[in-house]
């Protein structure tokens, strides 16, 4: 059974600072992983997808990296702002034989709660 | 593009009533849909995987006979929970994807809908 988790569970930083969040898994066998972010209430929003054979993706201020063998991905944040206070996801895709409705299981982690202070 | 319209955001609805949520892919065929249910501070959990024209597939410990899932077209879902009771109140989001069983794409999710059961 894949487990997924996200340390930490919450990250209080001052504006401008770099951040890392974490994300482990325990079944390196992945088809992908994406990051995603949730405002409070409302549903996900997709911000990189990295595919098993990719090492890291980026966007603007972004950075997903994968090292699927060790089970571990990171998401580093470039000079972060107050606006990019909201709860991290990540979620590990999986191939599975025999699976009803779809072969591909997503499976997400707690999430890290990031709060920007200005 | 790829936006997913979830309606209501929020119901609140008396023990024993039902309650329809609707899933709508915007602007891209949905060849697959899936439904989650998130409790407070946990991690999203997969209900259910239904693809256009098929019976949804469930997954284990979630009763098919009281969350009903129809995905008549490309483009909507619907999840209905009959004879709501307290237990269920719960934040359900539905995610979108154009290729069947999701694959190796990003999966695009709604804003969510806020059940409370009194």
């Known amino acids: 059974k894949q487990e997924v988790t996200q340390i930490p569970a919450a990250l209080s930083v001052p504006e401008g600072e770099n951040l890392v969040l974490n994300c482990s898994f325990t079944?390196?066998?992945?088809?992908?992983l994406q990051w995603f972010r949730q405002d409070p209430g409302k549903g996900l929003t997709s911000l990189l997808l990295?595919?098993?054979?990719?090492r890291e993706q980026t966007s603007g201020r972004l950075n997903a990296s994968l090292d699927k063998s060790s089970g571990r991905s990171t998401l580093y944040i470039a000079a972060s702002q107050p606006g990019d206070s909201a709860t991290y996801l990540c979620?590990?895709?999986?191939?599975?034989?025999?699976?009803?409705?779809?072969?591909?299981?997503?499976?997400f982690g707690k999430g890290t709660l990031l709060t920007v202070n200005p | 593009g790829a936006v997913v319209s979830q309606h209501p955001s929020w119901v609140i609805c008396k023990s024993g009533t039902s309650v329809k949520i609707e899933c709508r892919s915007l602007d891209f065929q949905a060849t697959t849909m899936f439904w989650y249910r998130q409790f407070p501070k946990q991690s999203l959990m997969l209900m259910a995987t239904?693809?256009?024209?098929?019976?949804?597939?469930?997954e284990q410990g979630v009763e098919k006979d009281k969350f009903l899932i129809n995905h008549a077209s490309l483009t909507l879902s619907t999840l209905t929970v009959t004879s709501a009771h307290p237990e269920d109140s719960s934040f359900y989001i539905c995610?979108?994807?154009?290729?069947?069983?999701?694959?190796?794409?990003?999966?695009?999710f709604g804003n969510g809908t806020r059940l409370t059961v009194t």
């Open positions: 079944d390196s066998a992945i088809y992908n």
């Open positions: 995610s979108a994807s154009r290729r069947a069983g999701g694959g190796n794409s990003p999966l695009h």
């Open positions: 990295i595919q098993s054979s990719q």
């Open positions: 239904s693809n256009e024209g098929s019976k949804a597939t469930y």
């Open positions: 979620a590990v895709r999986r191939y599975l034989e025999n699976s009803g409705g779809s072969n591909y299981k997503l499976t």
